[in-house]
């Protein structure tokens, strides 16, 4: 794999992830390490107890608050939180004191340091999942594109490591399931849907596809437990506590049901519920299975992004299983891809500044309080009924792809 043709871009990748770890920050990495550092400074292994007892006057509840930003399973916290213990010696917790303290982020010496130590363990993660994706295919060209594409694709380069998001832990886990169901290892892709879900409830989605692969219920239903098995070790000891309860299960985590057809005053229909349902019964009748049964993964979440208002973040979830088709498919209407992305990139930047041009304020603290492209469209256009035409574009070519590549023997 190795070859000059791998290495040459993989150093170059890894240039620009290094540059982008060191001179991006956006407040949501504060948030997931601040929660983080008191079980790898503290050893306080029930972070949401702690956090809802700490006092009014605890300087991560004067400036931070604690009831909207730790809202996630207990396993991401004890990685993030053992990699904080692992590099102690290159002074992490100064860093995240003095930012819990409510200090200027970018006036603190030594950030770009801090900045890149803290996103260090994405950078494992991704590279295994350009492995995987490599992996994934027998082809060739097709192993050289499944890399290169990863390597320099723009949303992991902007989720992962300029936002300095989690999510690329729980993408690689959807990615190792995608290739062990091609396999056919309906155990172990099931089992690692299963740790994608013990770092974030999303992958659960995938789940029922994996399970309904097997013809026999008996093997359905194994396979179904040793999925569960991750998140039931990992969450079980927490169950009890309602802080726990409190923070996982926020609104947050259900931003999919928000849209609803009304049937009456009181009832309606849940239309991500009700397509998801008539995807799951699909791809359980074996002679209307597509020509790759791992379409269903993207069709899932071009369905999500289609009736959500969704976290810029998020879109890294899908960007993996678009890799997938595009290269089943031959580029195939690639523009269509390309579409896609095209849009969630405008999205972007109808977002707040920080998610933008603020991202960069290590570099130019001033950039921190530019205006943001959203205040400057605002001037000029009806923003949210511009966004509105684009997520509908987005939901159309969704429908689109979706029907080509479920359609059998596409």
């Known amino acids: 794999m190795f070859k000059s043709k791998f290495l040459i871009p993989l150093i170059i990748g890894l240039a620009i992830r290094i540059f982008l770890m060191a001179f991006t920050y956006h407040p949501d990495l504060a948030g997931q390490s601040l929660s983080s550092y008191f079980l790898g400074t ?56 003095t930012v819990m303290s409510g200090a200027n982020i970018y006036l603190i010496p030594n950030l770009p340091w ?39 694709n723009p949303v992991t380069l902007y989720a992962t490591f300029c936002m300095g998001v989690f999510d690329i832990i729980p993408v690689f886990f959807t990615v190792l399931s995608a290739f062990l ?6 155990a172990l892709s099931a089992l690692a849907i299963g740790f994608g879900i013990a770092f974030k409830m999303y992958p659960i989605f ?7 692969k097997s013809d026999k219920w008996l093997s359905r239903i194994k396979i179904g437990i040793i999925s569960l098995l991750p998140v039931i070790l990992t969450n079980l000891p927490f169950i009890t506590s309602s802080a726990y309860r409190y923070m996982v299960f926020s609104p947050k985590s259900q931003k999919m049901f928000y849209m609803e057809w009304m049937l009456s005053v009181a009832e309606g229909l849940f239309p991500f519920l009700l397509i998801l349902t008539f995807l799951y019964l699909l791809s359980q009748n074996k002679f209307l299975r597509p020509k790759f049964y791992c ?8 369905l999500l992004f289609s009736v959500t208002h969704f976290h810029p973040q998020w879109f890294i979830w899908i960007t993996p299983f678009l890799i997938i088709e595009l290269l089943n498919y031959h580029f195939k209407e690639a523009w269509l891809y390309l579409g896609l992305v095209f849009i969630y990139i405008f999205i972007v930047f109808t977002f707040e500044n920080s998610l933008s041009v603020g991202l960069f304020a290590p570099l130019n603290p001033s950039l921190a309080s530019f205006v943001g492209t959203q205040s400057i469209l605002t001037k000029a256009v009806d923003i949210n009924q511009l966004k509105s035409y684009f997520r509908s574009v987005f939901a159309g070519i969704s429908i689109y792809l979706a029907f ?5 023997n596409a």
């Open 114 to 152: 801090y900045l890149l130590i803290i996103k260090l363990p994405y950078l494992i993660f991704d590279f295994a999942v350009a492995f995987l994706l490599y992996k994934y295919f027998t082809n060739p060209r097709h192993r050289y594109l499944a890399f290169i594409i990863w390597i320099f």
């Open 181 to 186: 169901l091609k396999k056919n290892k309906l």
């Open 404 to 408: 080509t590549h479920l359609k059998k």
């Open 295 to 302: 379409s269903y993964f993207m069709v899932v979440f071009l």
């Open 206 to 212: 995938l789940l029922p596809f994996i399970i309904f």
């Open 42 to 97: 503290k050893n306080v292994t029930n972070v949401y107890e702690y956090l809802l007892s700490l006092p009014p006057s605890h300087p991560l509840v004067k400036n931070f608050g604690v009831s909207d930003i730790f809202i996630y399973p207990p396993l991401t916290y004890f990685t993030l939180g053992s990699f904080q213990k692992i590099f102690a010696f290159t002074g992490l917790s100064y860093f995240l004191e």
